[in-house]
């Protein structure tokens, strides 16, 4: 028996396809194949198994613990949540690994997989080993079984353990993700008063795409806000993993302006501690890491390189623009939207501030969204080389944590391949609209010597 992968589906940091398209049962068959053998051969039995709202989970699960099971692994089902539960199982179960069956926030036709190994990420070289395994039959044989684990009210239990906050009416957009039950488990035993949307699991997102990076996907939860004059409002994307959040003016907190709020307790409780963000983030968050006493670390853009990195150096608090956040102060270390949504609670608590005041005191930087532009695969790491050359020669100041991230009297410009699209990614962040102009026409006079052009963006 051999399997075949599209080659589309095998990513950086997971698997994900078009369900009926690039991604059906017998690629979920065959990853438990390669996942159950890999955990086999590195001496454990126990595979913890969780699955995403969308309509397709169900028939992956069963092909993915038939699979499992074929390779002589125990699966225990924890079903439907997000994937920090899954996350939460494999960290206090007698389970030797975990996969969490999800499109994240990909549209409802989607789906696919995240892993961990022995408490480890699974990604890159592992994902694509699971790929050569399939195309030799290379599996162990063997026949497992398969229980249940009904684990919500005891991962809700550690959500809450040693909840200190105060009362607050807060806002909670679940977007009919996965996270829409534990949403609702939540505010049951918070104090303060809470106002839910969308906690419904629905894999069709009848109300809209579950991704709240995205502005446009706020707009219920900001009008929810706004109409109940709640304190703030926070949103889950489809998966559970990465957090969005207003603030009580309706103001979007983003990513890195998350994890300038919560340095600051953090950093209380573990004074001059490493705190990670990805090359994407503001400099105001690495200037407010080091004006805490904190040491700021830029790091590669991707959840499994930061949990990696966070490992590395012991670092207590990581974050992405994305929303991925990751405490591992009291906590595991894996990215919770869940946990993040408590812990700004937490910092609104013990600051003594409100959401909204913690939100004002941040500086305002004027920044470009993500802007992405198609570049073929076998020029988009060639054309970030031949800028890092160009911008040595001309002696620029400038990162290459990961692609090129350039400093200038503005403020910053960055460009980066992505590892799980063809496209090429700039970011550019100034104190001014006339700096920001000269940054974008700084990225514009690189792409044009490498013989590409950005082309209309939505935004600037």
Request: glycine share 12%.
């Amino acid at each position: 028996m051999t399997h075949t992968f599209d080659p589309t589906t095998l990513r950086e940091y997971d698997i994900r396809g078009i369900v009926g398209e690039t991604l059906g049962p017998d690629d979920a068959r065959a990853i438990g194949r390669g996942f159950g053998t890999l955990i086999r051969r590195a001496g454990g039995t126990h595979v913890a198994v969780g699955r995403d709202g969308r309509d397709s989970s169900p028939m992956l699960e069963e092909a993915l613990v038939e699979g499992l099971n074929a390779s002589g692994c125990d699966v225990i089902s924890i079903g439907l949540g997000p994937t920090p539960m899954l996350y939460y199982a494999e960290a206090t179960l007698e389970v030797d690994g975990g996969i969490q069956i999800t499109g994240s926030h990909n549209p409802a036709n989607y789906n696919g997989f995240k892993m961990v190994f022995q408490h480890r990420p699974f990604f890159g070289r592992d994902i694509q080993a699971l790929g050569i395994m399939a195309d030799k039959g290379d599996w162990e044989e063997g026949s497992g079984t398969c229980g249940t684990a009904d684990i919500a009210d005891m991962y809700v239990d550690r959500l809450m353990a040693g909840y200190a906050g105060g009362e607050y009416r807060i806002g909670w957009d679940a977007g009919n993700g996965a996270a829409g039950p534990i949403v609702e488990k939540l505010v049951e035993r918070l104090p303060g008063e809470h106002f839910t949307l969308f906690t419904d699991v629905d894999g069709n997102f009848p109300n809209h795409h579950p991704d709240p990076t995205d502005e446009a996907n706020l707009a219920d939860l900001k009008k929810l806000v706004a109409d109940n004059k709640l304190d703030f409002g926070v949103a889950f994307d489809g998966d559970g993993d990465r957090i969005g959040a207003v603030d009580g003016l309706g103001r979007v907190i983003w990513g890195d302006q998350l994890l300038a709020i919560y340095a600051e307790p953090v950093l209380k409780a573990d004074p001059g501690a490493t705190i990670i963000a990805d090359v994407k983030a503001s400099s105001a968050l690495f200037d407010r890491i080091e004006e805490l006493g904190g040491d700021p670390l830029m790091w590669k853009t991707g959840h499994s390189l930061i949990k990696q990195k966070m490992k590395e150096t012991g670092s207590p608090l990581a974050g992405e623009m994305s929303g991925h956040i990751f405490f591992a102060q009291d906590y595991y270390g894996f990215d919770d939207a869940l946990y993040a949504a408590i812990q700004l609670i937490r910092a609104a608590s013990t600051s003594g501030k409100s959401v909204t005041e913690l939100r004002g005191e941040l500086p305002e930087m004027i920044n470009t969204p993500e802007m992405r532009f198609q570049v073929s695969e076998d020029r988009k790491f060639a054309v970030i080389d031949e800028v890092l050359d160009r911008l040595a020669e001309a002696g620029e100041d400038y990162e290459e944590v990961d692609g090129a991230r350039v400093n200038t009297d503005d403020g910053w410009w960055l460009l980066r391949a992505s590892n799980t699209q063809d496209v090429l990614v700039a970011r550019a962040e100034a104190k001014s609209e006339e700096g920001l102009k000269r940054l974008l026409h700084q990225i514009d006079a690189q792409l044009a010597e490498s013989g590409l052009e950005r082309g209309p963006q939505a935004g600037h």
